[in-house]
C-alpha cells in the first residue's frame, strides 16, 4: 500500500517515540498502577504499526520484519516460562513461586519477580500483534499481485 | 439494576447481529460486541458499596476497596476475545480469496 | 504436592514455541520434537494410573495455602476421572504425532501444524487437571483457538468455509460459559469447584442456581455437541486433516466438554431430577438422530463424525442414567454401574473413533478421494489397513471380543437393573444400526469388486501410519480387559467413587 501525505509522515516521526515511551512506563509500573503487561505491549505494537502505516508497506521491507518478531514473540514467551519454571528450582521448589525479596510497597524496584514477568509478556504481546498485523499486510500485498 | 439491564442490552445486540447480518465481517464484529457485554457484566458484579479502586496507597492504608478479582478476569477474558476476533479475521480474508465475496448465502459448500 | 503436575501444562507449551524457534533452523526437527514431547508425557501419565488409585493430589500453583479452609489460591487437582481422561489424551495425541510424522509433508509449514498441535495439547492437560474454575475457562480457550486453525490447515474452500460456521459457534459457547462462571462468582465469591460445593449446600436459591445450571450446560454441550448444538461437527470433523480428526473427534470433544460436564454435574451441583432427566434425554436424542443422520452419507468422514455425535449420545445417556438414581437417592450401585459403563465408553470410543479416522486418512493418502461410491477392493491391495478398520468397525458395532461389546454391554445391562426398558431398547436398535451402517462401509471400501484400481497404482501407506494404526488396534483388544472385576477395581472404579459421593471430593480439598 501507498504511503501517506508528508504532514502525516513528520507528525508520526514525531509521536511514535513518544507512544513507544508511554508503552514502556505502562509496564514497568504495572505492580504500583493499573496496565502492566497486555496494556503495555499493545501500546509499543501500536506505535509500530502507526509507523508502517504512515511510511507504506513497499517503502519498508516487511517479510524481514515479520520473522524478526515472530523470533522475539517466540524468545520472549520461553523466557516467561523459564521464569514460572524457575520457582521449582530456587526457593521453596512450588512451580510461580515469587520468590525473589519482595521490598517495601510503593517503590518502583519491589514485590519480587512481578516487574520481571511484566517486562516480558510486554515485548511478548508487542510482538505478536506486530506479527498478527503484519501477516495480514503481507497477504494482501501478494493477493493485490 | 440499570446498568445490569443495558449489559443484557447490548448482548441482544450482539445476538441479533449475528443471526440477521449477511456480511461476513459484520458477523465477525457482533460477535466481538456479545463479548463485551459480558466483560462490563463482570466489572459491575465487584461493586462493594463505598468503595475505591484497588490500588493500596502506602500512605492511606486502611480503606474499602473495590473487589479486584473480576477486574482481573475480564483482562484475562479481553485478550482472550482479541485472540479470537483475529482469528476470525484472518479466516474472513481467507474465504474473500477462495469464494471471491464476502456474501455468507453464497459460502455453501458443504451440504448435507 | 507432587511436582510433576505443572508438567503436564508446561512441556507442550515450551515444546510448541521452542518448535516455532528451532524449527525453522533444523529441517527435520519439529517432528521429532513433538513425538519426544509426547512420548514424555504419555509415560508420566501412564505411571500416574497405576499409582493414583484412590487418592486425591491437590497442587497449590504459586504456594498460596489455604486461609481458614478456604482455598484462595488456583488449585491442580488429579484424581482417579482424572488421570484417565489424561492418559487417554496423551496416548492418541502421542500416535496421532507419529502418524503425522508421514502424512502432514504433503501441506507447507510443518512448523505452524507441530507447535500449535503442542498447544492443544497443553490447553486439554489443563483443563483436566484445573481445580477451579475459570482456569478450565482459559484452557478450554486456548485449546480451542488452536483447533480453529488446524481445522482450516490446508486452505481449501471446504475446509475455510466448515472453520468458520465451528468458530462462531465456538464463540458463542465461550460466551455462554463465560456468564454462567459471572453468576456463579456473584452468589459464591468464590472460584473454587470443592468451595463453591460447600458455599451452595447451605442454601441456595432454586430458580438462579437453574439458571446456572443450564447456561453451563448448554455452554460446554456447545463444545461437546451434544443434540440441539451439533450443527458444527460433521463439518468440522469431515474437513480437517486426518489426524486431526482423530484428535478432534477422539479426544477434544471429550475433553473439553463432556469431562467438565461430568467433573461439575457431580462434584459441584447438587443433583436435582429434574436436570437428571434433562441429560437423559438430552443423550437418547444425540443417539438415535446421529445414528439416522448417518445412514445416508457416502462421504467416509461425514459417516465417521455423524457416529460420534451417536456415540457420544451413548455417554451421556448412561451418565444421565446414573444422575437420576443417585437424585432419587435409590439403588446406588446401578448408579455405580452406569457411571462406570459410561466413563469405559468413553474410553473405548477414543480408542476406535481415532482409529477409524485415521484410517479414512490412510484411504485418501493412497486413493485421493474420499466417496464410498467411487473405491472398492481395497483389501488385497492395502492388507494392514484393511484388518485394522474391520477391527474398528467391529469394536464401534458391539461384536465380542471387542472393546465396544463390553462397553455397551454394561450401559444396556444398567438401564435395564434400572428399569429404563425404553432406553434399554433403543440402545440395542442404535447398535444394530450402527452395525449396518459400518458393514456398509467395509464393503464399499474395502471388499467390493471394482474397476478403478487400475487407473492409479494403489500401494501401502508409509511406516508411521501403519505404526499408530497398529498400536491403536491393539489398544482397542487390550480394553476389553477393563470389564473384568480385578482391574476394574484399579482403573474404574477410583474413578466412580470419587463422582457418586456427593461430598467427598469438596471435604478432601478444602481439608487439605
Known amino acids: 500500500m501507498k504511503g501517506m501525505t508528508l504532514i502525516v509522515k513528520k507528525t508520526t516521526q514525531l509521536i511514535a517515540g513518544l507512544i513507544f515511551l ?43 520484519e515479520e520473522t524478526g518478531s515472530t523470533i522475539y514473540e517466540n524468545l520472549a514467551i520461553l523466557v516467561a516460562i ?7 528450582l530456587f526457593g521453596a521448589k512450588i512451580f510461580f513461586l515469587n520468590w525473589l525479596p519482595k521490598g517495601t510497597p510503593g517503590e518502583l524496584v519491589s514485590a519480587g519477580m512481578l516487574p520481571l514477568y511484566n517486562i516480558f509478556i510486554g515485548i511478548e504481546v508487542a510482538a505478536s500483534i506486530l506479527s498478527i498485523f503484519l501477516a495480514l499486510v503481507i497477504f494482501k500485498e501478494e493477493m493485490s499481485e | 439494576m440499570i446498568p445490569y439491564l443495558l449489559c443484557f442490552i447490548l448482548f441482544l445486540v450482539g445476538l441479533y447481529g449475528v443471526i440477521t447480518r449477511r456480511n461476513l465481517v459484520k458477523i465477525a464484529i ?83 | 504436592m507432587n511436582p510433576l503436575l505443572p508438567l503436564f501444562v508446561v512441556i507442550p507449551l515450551a515444546g510448541a514455541f521452542l518448535i516455532m524457534i528451532l524449527g525453522s533452523f533444523i529441517r527435520h526437527l519439529n517432528k521429532y520434537l513433538a513425538s519426544l514431547v509426547l512420548l514424555f508425557l504419555v509415560t508420566v501419565s501412564f505411571y500416574f494410573l497405576f499409582t493414583t488409585g484412590s487418592k486425591v493430589s491437590v497442587y497449590k500453583v504459586g504456594g498460596w495455602e489455604a486461609v481458614n479452609n478456604i482455598p484462595i489460591g488456583i488449585y491442580m487437582v488429579l484424581d482417579g476421572f482424572t488421570v484417565i481422561v489424561l492418559c487417554i489424551i496423551n496416548l492418541i495425541g502421542f500416535l496421532s504425532v507419529f502418524y503425522s510424522i508421514s ?50 490447515f490446508g486452505v481449501e474452500k471446504n475446509e475455510l468455509e466448515a472453520t468458520f460456521k465451528y468458530q462462531v459457534l465456538g464463540g458463542l459457547a465461550s460466551f455462554l460459559i463465560l456468564t454462567g462462571i459471572a453468576f ?69 470433544i471429550k475433553a473439553v466438554g463432556i469431562y467438565v460436564i461430568i467433573r461439575l454435574f457431580f462434584n459441584m451441583f447438587a443433583i436435582s431430577e429434574g436436570m437428571a432427566i434433562l441429560i437423559t434425554t438430552l443423550g437418547t436424542l444425540s443417539m438415535v438422530v446421529g445414528v439416522f443422520l448417518a445412514i445416508g452419507q457416502w462421504d467416509i468422514k461425514r ?191 477410583p474413578a466412580t467413587d470419587i463422582l457418586m459421593d456427593p461430598s467427598k471430593y469438596s471435604s478432601i480439598i478444602t481439608g487439605m
Open chain 3, 103 to 152: 502424512y502432514i509433508s504433503r501441506y507447507t509449514a510443518e512448523n505452524n501444524f507441530y507447535s500449535l498441535f503442542c498447544l492443544m495439547i497443553a490447553g486439554m492437560n489443563g483443563v483436566v487437571l484445573s481445580g477451579d474454575m475459570f482456569n478450565i475457562f482459559v484452557f478450554v480457550e486456548i485449546s480451542a483457538i488452536s483447533s480453529y486453525a488446524l481445522v482450516a
Open chain 3, 303 to 493: 459417516l465417521l463424525a455423524y457416529h460420534s455425535i451417536s456415540q457420544m449420545g451413548y455417554v451421556v445417556l448412561s451418565v444421565g442414567i446414573g444422575m437420576i438414581l443417585i437424585s432419587r437417592g435409590i439403588r446406588t450401585e446401578i448408579a455405580a454401574l452406569a457411571i462406570a459403563g459410561g466413563i469405559f465408553h468413553l474410553i473405548n470410543h477414543a480408542a476406535f473413533k481415532g482409529l477409524l479416522f485415521l484410517n479414512a486418512g490412510a484411504i485418501e493418502y493412497a486413493i485421493g478421494t474420499r466417496n464410498l461410491q467411487e473405491m472398492g477392493g481395497l483389501s488385497k491391495s492395502m492388507p494392514v489397513t484393511s484388518a485394522t478398520s474391520f477391527v474398528a468397525s467391529m469394536s464401534i458395532s458391539g461384536i465380542p471380543p471387542f472393546n465396544g461389546f463390553f462397553s455397551k454391554l454394561i450401559i444396556i445391562v444398567a438401564a435395564i437393573l434400572a428399569r429404563f426398558y425404553l432406553l434399554a431398547l433403543l440402545a440395542v436398535i442404535v447398535s444394530i444400526i450402527t452395525l449396518a451402517s459400518f458393514m456398509k462401509f467395509q464393503r464399499y471400501a474395502f471388499f467390493n469388486k471394482t474397476d478403478a484400481g487400475n487407473k492409479i497404482k494403489i500401494r501401502e501407506v508409509p511406516f508411521p501410519m501403519l505404526f499408530s494404526m497398529i498400536i491403536l488396534s491393539i489398544v482397542c483388544l487390550l480394553l476389553s480387559i477393563l470389564a473384568f472385576p480385578g482391574i476394574r477395581d484399579i482403573i474404574l472404579s
Open chain 1, 22 to 64: 508511554y508503552g514502556i512506563y505502562v509496564i514497568i509500573h504495572g505492580h504500583l498502577t493499573p496496565g502492566g503487561g497486555f496494556a503495555g505491549g499493545v501500546l509499543i505494537a501500536g506505535s509500530f504499526i502507526l509507523l508502517i502505516l504512515a511510511n507504506g508497506s513497499d517503502f519498508m521491507k516487511l517479510t524481514k
Open chain 3, 184 to 252: 456463579l462468582y456473584w452468589k459464591a465469591k468464590t472460584l473454587n469447584i470443592a468451595d463453591i460445593r460447600n458455599v451452595f449446600s447451605s442454601g441456595y436459591d432454586r430458580k438462579y442456581y437453574l439458571l446456572v445450571q443450564i447456561l453451563l450446560l448448554s455452554g460446554f454441550g456447545l463444545k461437546a455437541a451434544i443434540m440441539p448444538f451439533h450443527a458444527w461437527l460433521p463439518d468440522a470433523h469431515s474437513s480437517a486433516p486426518s489426524p486431526i480428526s482423530a484428535m478432534l473427534s477422539g479426544v477434544l
Open chain 1, 82 to 88: 523459564f521464569l514460572a519454571v524457575s520457582g521449582m
Open chain 2, 30 to 112: 457482533s460477535l466481538s460486541i456479545m463479548e463485551f457485554s459480558i466483560f462490563l457484566f463482570f466489572a459491575l458484579i465487584g461493586f462493594v458499596e463505598g468503595g475505591v479502586a484497588p490500588i493500596v496507597d502506602p500512605a492511606d492504608p486502611v480503606k474499602t476497596y473495590v473487589d479486584p478479582l473480576p477486574q482481573a478476569m475480564v483482562l484475562t477474558a479481553i485478550v482472550i476475545g482479541l485472540a479470537t476476533t483475529a482469528m476470525i479475521m484472518s479466516v474472513i480474508i481467507r474465504i474473500y480469496r477462495k469464494y471471491g465475496t464476502f456474501d455468507i448465502r453464497e459460502i455453501k459448500n458443504l451440504r448435507g
